[in-house]
């Protein structure tokens, strides 16, 4: 029997990167996973590739639609066990001064409202039935901050917040939680960042043995496949290039 077979899970973000790789790998454990993310066109690819799972389109910055989807998705009486709440972006590099409200408001709707949007269609049904693990995708940026990052890593700090504060409040419910907070993974991030500048974005990760986004989804696995009286609470994941959120070798 495989370790997560009979499970229902839903990973936001699902349709590229740590998503995608996450998704993956829950599956190929027996769970049942629904994908969320905005791209119809590449969840239709990916539900042709991962066997049992369903693409849900919403954005996780309209919880309404979110739930609507979720809903549709479900049959009586079913409920998502596993969530992995994994949508996340940044928006530019620049100096706070001379950051664009617009770009503000994206990153932390996305990041903070996006996560809290999760919880609310998810974590009832599982304080219910007793049981259930939630994944927040966290990062070394939520607990050390770099130059040009103010906002990016004070949504990630925010992340880490609702963590500690979801464990608090949901203490004797039976349910887990976790964050995984990797360093620097080679993904379409920085592209997303800087707003499909490749040459920028490629600069990033140029000569580092960055982690992968399967890396990461090793780790999630990891955590949600533990004994049921265990919680792995924190992962924080580095490349061994990386020594800081500033400290990077270079090939």
């Not at 954005?59 to 969530?83: F, I, K, N, S, W």
């Not at 917040?161 to 004797?172: K, M, S």
């Not at 997303?192 to 500048?197: E, I, L, P, W, Y």
Request: glycine residues 12%; proline residues 4%; hydrophobic residues 45%.
């Amino acid at each position: 029997m495989k370790r997560l077979e009979n499970r229902i899970a839903l990973v936001t973000g699902a349709s590229a990167g740590i998503g995608e790789a996450t998704a993956r790998a829950l599956a190929a454990e027996g769970a049942r996973v629904l994908l969320g993310a905005r791209r119809e066109e590449r969840l239709r690819t990916l539900e042709q590739e991962i066997p049992g799972s369903k693409g849900l389109v919403f954005d996780v910055r309209d919880p309404a639609g979110m739930a609507q989807a979720l809903a549709g998705a479900l049959a009586p009486g079913e409920t998502v066990d596993l969530v992995v709440l994994n949508a996340g972006m940044a928006r530019g590099a620049g100096p706070l001064q001379e950051g664009n409200p617009e770009d503000w408001s994206e990153v932390v709707d996305t990041n903070i409202k996006g996560v809290l949007h999760g919880l609310h269609v998810t974590l009832p049904a599982m304080l219910t039935q007793g049981s259930g693990d939630v994944v927040f995708l966290g990062s070394v940026a939520g607990r050390w901050v770099y130059p040009g990052g103010a906002v990016y890593c004070a949504t990630k700090a925010a992340v880490r917040a609702i963590y500690e504060g979801a464990r608090q409040d949901a203490l004797g419910s039976g349910v887990r939680f976790t964050t995984v907070d990797p360093g620097m993974v080679k993904t379409d991030f920085s592209a997303v960042r800087f707003r499909g500048d490749e040459e920028r974005a490629a600069a990033v990760y140029a000569g580092v043995d960055a982690l992968t986004p399967g890396d990461v989804a090793d780790a999630i696995l990891y955590a949600v496949t533990r004994p049921a009286h265990v919680n792995v609470g924190e992962i924080v994941l580095w490349a061994a290039a990386q020594a800081s959120v500033t400290a990077v070798t270079r090939r």
